[in-house]
């Protein structure tokens, strides 16, 4: 008996046998690589939010050690009022020359208040 042709579109059974080992290499390659990728992507999340714990303690820190700066800086001020009943432009101006002020406070300025005239003008319609 003769073989029976077959159209070229037609796959015969060793032919799919043939391609069966292929697929299931395609088939584990791709499940390893998806589960590789999750490992790996899990891995530099962790990464990312330890530096981000270890830069906001940082952060944290540094703020505070500059309010308290600051925080040091009012209350020297704040003695000098007290220490004096009146406190003139020159004497400010040395007393923070000579505290050495950080950046960003040099904008403390010398400025006199007199109670009266603030507690005169609150009353005359200041506050509305």
Not at 104 to 110: L, N, P, V, W
């Given at each position: 008996m003769g073989k029976r042709r077959r159209g070229p579109g037609h796959l015969g059974n060793g032919r799919l046998l043939g391609r069966r080992p292929a697929i299931v290499v395609?088939?584990?390659v791709a499940v390893l690589s998806v589960i590789a990728t999750a490992v790996a992507q899990?891995?530099?999340?962790?990464?990312?939010e330890a530096r981000l714990a270890v830069n906001s303690e940082a952060l944290v820190a540094s703020i505070q050690g500059g309010v308290e700066d600051v925080e040091h800086y009012?209350?020297?001020?704040?003695?000098?009022?007290?220490?004096?009943?009146?406190?003139?432009?020159?004497e400010y101006r040395r007393f923070a020359a000579n505290m050495g002020l950080v950046?960003?406070?040099?904008?403390?300025?010398?400025?006199?208040?007199?109670?009266r005239q603030i507690w005169r003008h609150s009353k005359s319609g200041w506050r509305r």
């Open positions: 395609f088939v584990v899990r891995l530099v999340d962790r990464q990312i009012l209350a020297a001020f704040g003695g000098l009022f007290r220490a004096n009943g009146e406190v003139t432009a020159d950046a960003g406070m040099g904008g403390m300025a010398y400025m006199p208040i007199w109670m």
